[in-house]
Nanobody, 124 residues
Framework: QVTLVESGGGSVQAGGSLRLSCTAS????????MGWFRQVPGKEREGVAA???????TAYADSVKGRFTISRDNANTLYLQMNNLKPEDTAIYFC??????????????????WGQGTQVTVSS
């Protein structure tokens, strides 16, 4: 059974930083594409960043380019370093995974496994 558990969310002031982590279990982590998504009440879940199985490819939403960095270690953890946070970054952040063959995408339906989410709140 594939399990994803996010951590690292919290409350920060604008301009601050947070690092989210997503610990994976139950599958061969190195063979999965991974992504970070976020959602605010009343809006669709949107892709934030994505990474290929061996970190050769990454992608970012325009709204976070230059501020967020996605990475993964060789064990079982996905990260999202978030710098210069803005109030509009406030959301529940989810990590997601999809098995090979997979692509670096922001389409929700391309990911079959999801974590429960972690809240990020940025105050002005």
């Amino acid at each position: 059974q594939v399990t994803l558990v996010e951590s690292g969310g919290g409350s920060v002031q604008a301009g601050g930083s947070l690092r989210l982590s997503c610990t994976a279990s139950g599958y061969t982590y190195s063979r999965f594409c991974m992504g970070w998504f976020r959602q605010v009440p009343g809006k669709e879940r949107e892709g934030v960043a994505a990474i290929s199985p061996k970190s050769r490819s990454t992608a970012y939403a325009d709204s976070v380019k230059g501020r967020f960095t996605i990475s993964r270690d060789n064990a079982n953890t996905l990260y999202l370093q978030m710098n210069n946070l803005k109030p509009e970054d406030t959301a529940i952040y989810f990590c997601a995974a999809d098995a090979l063959p997979c692509g670096v995408t922001f389409r929700n339906n391309d990911y079959h496994y999801w974590g429960q989410g972690t809240q990020v709140t940025v105050s002005s």
